[in-house]
C-alpha cells in the first residue's frame, strides 16, 4: 500500500487531535461492549439453565434458609425426581480482593444433579469420601495457583472462624455459561460445627417434565403457606432471571445509554474528520492536478477514516475483551461466566464501519467533487 | 503538429446572473521544446490558459489538443490519468503537501505510475539533484525557503518525466536571487531536458528568459517574438 505514508501523513498532522479521536471511539466502544457484556451475561445466565430444575427458596427473602425436613416433603410431591440443597458461605479468601462463590452442598445429590460440573471420576470419588473435602473451578485454579490436595483456609464471615478445606477435585464446565469460579464443599462439614445456625438455603428439584414446572411450584408453594417458612418455588430460569431484575431494566438502560455514548461519539469523529478536510481544501486541489483522481481521493479519505474508527475499535473492544480476564473481575459464580460474546464484537466491528462511513463519507464525498479551477482561487 | 493546439477557444465563466468572456475564437499553437512566456494584465485570462492546457478547466466552446489528445472531450478520470503521465504544473503558492517531506512531495505523481518502490526512490532523488536539492530530501515544506519550496514543486512537476510544464506565476513571491535560481532552472530545463515550457509571470525578468512571449489582453493574444533581449 503505496499511498499509507500519505494518509499517515494526513492523520499525523494533528497529532492530539487525531489522538483524541481516537480515544474517543475507544472509549465509545468500550463502553458499548462493557454495557453489553452485563446484558448478554444476565441473558445467557437464563438461557443456559435447564429447564427440568426448580429452585425452592425463601418466600420472605432469597438470604433467609428453610428447615432441613423441607427435603423429604419436597420429595414426595409428584414430578419431582431429586432434591439437593445448597447454602451460601461467604467466606474470605486471602485479602479477600477477588470474590468467588463458596457453596456448601450435599455432595452426591447436587453434583449428581448438576451433570454440567464436569469432574474426573476418581476425583469426584475422593471428594465424596472426605469430610472436609472441596472441589472448585479451573477459573480458581488459574487465579489461585491451586492443585489436587492443597489445603485452602478462608475466614467465614457469616459463619465465623478459619476453615479449612482440601481441594480434592477440579471441575470443568460443560459450557462456559455455567462459570469456572465456583468453590463447592460438604454440607455436614459446615453442620457440624455450626448445628443451629444452619440449614439449606435453597433446594434444587429435578423434575420429570419441563411442563409440569407451574403445577410443581404451585403444590409446593400451597404445601408450606401457613408454615413457619413460605417458600417461593420457580425454574432455573425465573431464578437466574430474578438476578436479572435485581438490577432494575438493566437491558434497556444498557442499551440505551449505549446508543447515545456511541452516537454522540460519532458526531464528533465526524465533525473532526470534516474540519481536517475543509483545512486541506488547497491540499486536495493540487493532489487532482498532480493527476490524483476523484475516485483515489475519495479512497485515502475514507481509509484515513476507517484508520481512525478501526484503531479506536481495536483499542475499545480489546480492552472490554482483556478487563475480566486481567482484573479476574467476575460474577462470582452467581452469574455465569463474564466474557465478550462474538456478538458482542461483531455489533462493536459494526459500529465502527459504521463510523467510519459516517465520519468519512461527507468529507471524501466533497474533495472528490472539488471542482480544482474554484479550489486555487480561493487560496491565491 | 504542434504539441499543444488551441483551436476556436470561447471561454466564458457564469457568476450569477452575469457571465464573464474570457477569450472568443482563441486559435494559437505551442510547439515541442518552446519556451513561452504568457504575459498580461490580471485577469486577462492566463490563469485559464493554463488550466484548460492542463485539462483542470474546460473551453465553452472550441478544441484543446495536447500532444494529440483531445483533453477538451476526455472524462474526468481519464483526464487525471493523462495529467499525471503528460502534465507538471507549478504554481505560484501552496504547491507543497505540508505534511510530507521533500522526498514525498516529489514522489507524489510517481505513486500513481507502476514504477517499483526502488525505481520511485532513485527517479525522486534525480529529480531533486536536477533542481539543486539532494541534501534537503527530508526537509518538510515549513523548514525551507520560498525558493527551495519553488524548486521542490519543480521538481515533483518534471519527475513523471511530463512532455509538457506549466507554471502560473512561479516567482511571483520570490526575491530576485530566488527568481533566478528558479528561472535558471528553468532555462536549463528546456535547453538541457527539451521540456516544453508554458509560463505565466508578470516578471519581465522570467519573460526575458523565455524564447517567446506572448501578452493576453482582453482575450487577444499579441506575439511579441524575442521581444526583450537582457
Ligand atoms: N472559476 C471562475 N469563476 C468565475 N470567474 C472566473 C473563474 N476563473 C476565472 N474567472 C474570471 O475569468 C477572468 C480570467 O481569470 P484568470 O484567473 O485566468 O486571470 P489571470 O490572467 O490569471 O489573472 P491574474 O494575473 O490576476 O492571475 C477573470 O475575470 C476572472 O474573474
Ligand atoms: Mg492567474
Known sequence: MKFL??????LKRHMLRTALTICSVALALFLFASLRTVSTTLASGSEVSSASRMITQNATAFVIPLPQSYATRLGSIPHVQAVTWANWFGGKYGDGKKFFAQFAVEPESYLKMYPEFQIPEDQKQAFLKERSAAIVGEGLVRAFGWKVGDNVTMQGTIFPGDWTFTIRGIYHPSQKEYGDDSFMFHYDYLYERERDRVTPGWFILKIDDPNAAPLVAKT????????????KT?????????????????????STIGMAVVFAILLVTANAMMMNQRERTSEVAVMKTVGFSDARVFGLIIVEAALISM??????LGGAILLPIVTGFGTGGFLPGFHVTPGTALVGGSIAL???????IVPAWQAAKLPVVQALRRVE | MALVEIREVDKSFKREAQTVDVYHGLTIDFEQGSYTALMGPSGSGKSTLLNLVAGLDKPTRGTVRVNGAEVSAMTASQLADWRARTIGFVFQSYNLLPVLTARQNVELPLLLTNLRKAERAERTAIALDVVGLADRMDHFPRQLSGGQEQRVAIARAIVADPVLILLDEPTGQLDAKSSEEVLDLMRRLNEEFHKTIMMVTHDARAAAQARRVLHLEKGVLLEREEAVVS
Not at chain 1, 5 to 10: D, E, I, K, R, W
Not at chain 1, 220 to 228: A, G, L, P, T
Open chain 1, 5 to 10: 505514508p500519505l494518509v499517515l501523513a494526513n
Open chain 1, 220 to 231: 409446593i408453594d400451597d404445601e408450606f403457606r401457613n408454615s413457619s417458612a413460605p417458600t
Open chain 1, 234 to 254: 420457580g425454574t432455573e430460569k425465573a431464578f437466574a432471571a430474578g438476578f436479572a431484575s435485581m438490577w432494575g431494566n438493566v437491558n434497556l438502560l444498557m
Open chain 1, 311 to 316: 484503531t479506536g475499535a481495536a483499542l475499545g
Open chain 1, 354 to 360: 459504521l463510523l467510519t462511513v459516517a465520519s468519512g
